[in-house]
């Protein structure tokens, strides 16, 4: 166990979340997610009595993207929701297609699903989906990147300063890309 012994607890709530990339035969990208919360109790809400770890919630989405990160459709599901409510939300993130995941991708999905126009469940999974569809595009990206490098110029990698590993100044990016290192543009300065 990586984390130290934790003190004396007893468990109350459990959150799995399950995400898959797949590649369709059609050249575009399925980033599906699962997500379902459950107690080791049980309780009621308002319209369901949910039984010790049975679902509260129970949720699917499916993005479908291109290789630029492009969203063509995205489908949503609420199997388990603790008001009867819930499950209408799904619908609206179909509201998502035509969005590209890159900066700025949470404040529009916040645009587009937020508040009473979406589920807070469905959205908190929205940014762990377009880190699913980065990895999962990645080699198409990376083969469309090498076929442009060899008709137009090289631009800087976009994982470039994007996390500790890929800062500028870092042994990464100097082994993976030494053009853009910090201390190449320092000497070259």
């Keep these: ?27 575009l990208f399925d980033i599906e997610g699962h997500l379902v919360d459950t107690k080791p109790h049980g309780f009621e809400t308002l319209d369901r009595s949910v039984g010790p770890d049975e679902p509260l919630h129970g949720m699917w989405i499916r993005l479908t993207v291109d290789d630029e990160l492009l969203i063509h459709a995205c489908e949503a599901s609420t199997d388990f929701s603790p008001y009867a409510i819930c499950p209408a939300a799904a619908a609206n993130f179909g509201r998502l297609a035509g969005l590209r995941i890159g900066a700025g991708f949470n404040r529009a999905v916040q645009e587009r699903v937020g508040g009473t126009l979406g589920c807070t469940h469905l959205r908190e999974m929205m940014a762990q989906l377009a880190t699913v569809a980065f990895q999962t595009t ?3 990206r990376q083969a469309r990147r090498r076929a442009e490098a ?3 110029p090289a631009r800087r990698p976009a994982l470039v300063d994007t996390c500790l590993a890929y800062a500028e100044g870092s042994d990464v990016v100097a082994r993976h890309w030494p053009d853009y290192a910090a201390s190449r543009h320092r000497a070259a300065e």
Excluded at 8 to 24: E, F, S, T
């Design 1 to 27: 166990m990586p984390l130290s012994p934790p003190a004396a607890r007893q468990p109350l709530h459990r959150r799995l979340i399950d995400m898959h990339g797949y590649a369709r035969e059609d050249g």
């Design 138 to 140: 990645y080699d198409a």
């Design 150 to 152: 060899k008709t137009s």
